[in-house]
């Protein structure tokens, strides 16, 4: 039988501060963890509720009733600290028969309040600057959302302005110089003038280039065939054009399936049209062209016009210049496609020539 050892009595009285001082720890570990948790996982809507809770416990770990946190400034109360503001206060917490933490009388208590305090602080502010991003971000998109509707309002009325001229131009002027020509080819009135034959043949070559010339800026303002076939036809008619000026032009398109709205298509068109137009005056002389337009999986569209023109200076600074004013036919273009919900990427070749894509995502399409 093993014998039994005296035990001392300071001995056990010291295990039993060891044990209660250990528990006590144990408790504040407990209460760091459990508000740690709570606040973690706290939102601007669940904010409220879980720093309530977070101060119950707090009041129980301090041997008191009640706790609350409020955020008006209270008769009683204690200051919780706002990150990196110094002497700002997020709320305050309020603890029955507590109302300052120096009042505490156990060191690593006042500690742990301290720490908790300050957890409050930093969450309070934390879903506070989240709230203020959020209603900036809101703001933000609302006003993107504002200036696409505008730059679409200022491209509608353009294409309607281009659509008006276009048929009073039609109407008029066309048909005055048709009229023109007619009367200078033909007989009767025209012949019995004192006008020799070979000044009438010059007059009407003029009179045939001008109502070429008319016809030529009625197309451009607006082409009929966008407005009557839509969009695949009327980027036929601008690679016919170039192939008729000497250009090799390859147009592949894509559209058959293709169903968008007809800003969208305007928009498109106009993009086309606009890097068309920068092929004959910086290309330097008739080159391989390259159009088409590709249906994507996700319903939408990629325009592309690639030109295997110069590398000539201005053509390669175009790409990044970014100048006051520099280069209005690109943005022109880049803003319809943001006023449609669409990319367009414009550059430089290494071996030679102008890339031009505009990228039109599914869910915008129509």
């Known amino acids: 039988m093993l014998p039994v050892l005296p035990v001392e009595a300071d001995t056990v009285a010291e295990l039993r501060a060891l044990y209660r001082a250990a528990e006590a720890r144990a408790a504040r570990l407990r209460l760091l963890s459990g508000i740690g948790q709570e606040l973690t996982l706290a939102t601007a809507e669940t904010l409220d509720e879980r720093l309530q809770r977070c101060a119950r416990s707090v009041a129980f770990f301090l041997g008191q009733g009640r706790g609350a946190i409020v955020r008006e400034a209270p008769e009683a109360g204690i200051a919780i600290p706002s990150p990196g503001s110094a002497g700002a206060t997020a709320a305050w917490l309020v603890v029955d028969g507590l109302t300052n933490p120096a009042a505490v009388d156990d060191p690593e208590d006042r500690?742990?309040?301290?720490?908790?305090?300050?957890?409050?602080?930093?969450?309070?502010?934390?879903?506070?600057?989240?709230?203020?991003?959020?209603?900036?971000?809101?703001?933000?998109?609302?006003?993107?959302?504002?200036?696409?509707?505008?730059?679409?309002?200022?491209?509608?009325?353009?294409?309607?302005?281009?659509?008006?001229?276009?048929?009073?131009?039609?109407?008029?002027?066309?048909?005055?110089?048709?009229?023109?020509?007619?009367?200078?080819?033909?007989?009767?009135?025209?012949?019995?003038?004192?006008?020799?034959?070979?000044?009438?043949?010059?007059?009407?070559g003029i009179a045939r280039a001008l109502l070429r010339e008319l016809r030529a800026i009625i197309g451009g303002l607006r082409p009929p065939l966008l407005d009557d076939l839509g969009l695949a036809a009327a980027l036929q008619a601008l690679g016919d054009g170039l192939a008729a000026d000497g250009y090799a032009v390859a147009v592949t398109l894509d559209a058959a399936e293709l169903d968008l709205a007809a800003p969208v298509e305007t928009a498109l068109f106009r993009v086309a049209q606009e890097a068309v137009a920068n092929i004959r005056k910086h290309a330097g002389a008739p080159c391989p062209v390259a159009i088409t337009l590709t249906k994507q999986p996700d319903g939408g569209c990629v325009l592309r016009i690639v030109d295997r023109g110069s590398v000539a200076p201005e053509r390669a600074a175009a790409a990044t210049s970014a100048g006051p004013g520099a280069q209005i036919g690109i943005e022109g273009m880049r803003e319809r496609m943001l006023a449609i919900g669409a990319t367009l990427d414009w550059r430089s070749l290494p071996e030679g020539g102008v890339a031009v894509t505009a990228t039109l995502p599914g869910q915008v399409r129509a």
């Open 111 to 204: 500690d742990t309040l301290a720490m908790c305090l300050n957890l409050f602080g930093v969450t309070i502010d934390r879903l506070e600057r989240e709230q203020e991003r959020a209603v900036l971000l809101t703001a933000l998109q609302e006003r993107e959302q504002r200036l696409e509707a505008l730059v679409g309002r200022i491209f509608s009325a353009q294409e309607d302005e281009r659509r008006r001229v276009s048929q009073d131009l039609h109407d008029g002027v066309a048909q005055t110089a048709t009229a023109l020509v007619r009367m200078l080819e033909g007989t009767g009135a025209a012949r019995q003038t004192d006008l020799a034959a070979a000044e009438r043949v010059r007059l009407a």
